[in-house]
Nanobody
Framework: QVRLAESGGGLVQAGGSLRLSCAAS????????MGWYRQAPRKQRDLVAL???????NYADSVKGRFTISKDNAKNTVYLQMNSLNPGDTAVYYC??????????????WGEGTLVTVSS
């Protein structure tokens, strides 16, 4: 069973920065990718950034050049450094883990979400 513990959300002024963290714990799985998604009120949940087990990254166009995703394999933790935040970044940010069970089956798990609010 996988548990994802998110932290780092909060209120920040436009132009400011925040760093989100997501630590994975549990057993019986291996990680193939971890990422961040966000969901603004009355909108769908969209990909923000993804990092594969090999270190390849993928970003939404809206955050390229402002957000950086990184990971610490030893801690099973993924980070999202968010700079130059604007009110359009306001959303609940969800961590997602994609992986495989020890039996080789694909699996994924979501965190509970952390709220990021950017004031103008």
């Amino acid at each position: 069973q996988v548990r994802l513990a998110e932290s780092g959300g909060g209120l920040v002024q436009a132009g400011g920065s925040l760093r989100l963290s997501c630590a994975a714990s549990g057993s019986g799985f291996s990680i193939t990718a971890m990422g961040w998604y966000r969901q603004a009120p009355r909108k769908q949940r969209d990909l923000v950034a993804l990092i594969s087990d090999g270190g390849s990254t993928n970003y939404a166009d809206s955050v390229k050049g402002r957000f950086t995703i990184s990971k610490d394999n030893a801690k099973n933790t993924v980070y999202l450094q968010m700079n130059s935040l604007n009110p359009g970044d306001t959303a609940v940010y969800y961590c997602r883990l994609d992986g495989r069970t020890t039996f080789g089956d694909s699996m994924f798990s979501w965190g509970e979400g952390t709220l990021v609010t950017v004031s103008s």
